[in-house]
């Protein structure tokens, strides 16, 4: 799996989690450089507090279009600190 925006690489695995539509990418598979952390969150009633991401590249920025579980809830605890995304972010196979 392979996640871009504006053309650059964001992410890049074959260990993505497959989780209600969304592919959950590993820590060590995310470039950085790209991320920035939001104040925002929001409330999944079973995996808990998600933390977002604004993605930057090329001084084009895609607010909150990536999230994180930091602390998910013992029923999703397989996508702690793994990234996914959504919106102008293409995730493709």
């Not at 999230?67 to 702690?80: D, E, L, M």
Request: aromatic fraction near 16%; hydrophobic fraction near 35%.
């Amino acid at each position: 799996m392979r996640a871009t925006y504006r053309g650059i690489t964001i992410a890049q695995s074959d260990e993505t989690i497959q989780l209600e539509g969304n592919s959950y990418f590993p820590p060590g598979s995310i470039d950085e450089r790209y991320l920035t952390r939001s104040w925002a969150k929001s409330l999944c009633f079973w995996k808990g507090v998600a933390s977002y991401y604004d993605i930057t590249v090329d001084g084009q920025t895609a607010r909150g279009a990536a999230w994180t579980y930091r602390h998910p809830s013992p029923f999703a605890r397989k996508i702690k600190n793994h990234i996914a995304f959504w919106g102008d972010v293409d995730v493709t196979h």
